[in-house]
């Protein structure tokens, strides 16, 4: 059975080897992503997803401060060598959409529904998911490599004082993207059997 959604996202991989070399505006890139994110469900239709979106020297800032940060963890030269190398193949794309979800309107929803409130942040963590994932797809399709990281929380200090977001915006994922220089790793799948339980 043909299905085009399924077709897309059979095509979505990660892409490592990003560069700048994209044909699309920051503009484009920009109405592209948020509008992805506005497609996304949440729970309640509560929207709780945000996105801080960086481009060039904005993009290569905060993998500045990744790097940066970084440093103090490495064990020697050899390990430092290798974590600035990632650091930089990230920086060498074009830009990054820090996710993040509301904490304020997680706190609102559990007071108004408090028998459901230890699961909504249970329910975020799915929003953000299906947002990380909707804006993946969206870029692939339109030619636009990239690979969701997660620096978090070693940074976000930094990035709530140097882009002024909001307290209550917790920083969950980095989804870095830029243009295809090089193809995706081979991707395996586990057996079905092993995964699946069909009933009829």
Known sequence: MSNQFLDLINKRRTIYAIGKNVEHTPEQLTDLIQDAIKQSPSSFNSQ??????????????????????????????AAAAKTDAKMDSFAAGVGTVLFFEDMDVIQGLQEKFPSYAENFPIWAEHSTAIAQFA???????????????????????????????????????????????GGPNEKGYMDDAARFKVFK
Do not use: C
């Open 135 to 181: 804006v993946w797809t969206a870029l692939h399709t339109d030619g636009v490599g990239a690979s969701l990281q997660h620096y978090n929380p070693i940074v976000d200090e930094q990035v709530h004082a140097e882009w002024d977001v909001p307290a209550s915006w917790k920083l969950r994922a980095q989804l870095v993207f830029g243009s295809v220089e």
């Open 48 to 77: 709780s997803s945000r996105a801080v979106i960086l481009f060039n020297a904005e993009h290569e800032k905060f993998w500045g401060f990744v790097k940066n940060k970084l440093k103090s963890y490495a064990k020697d030269e």
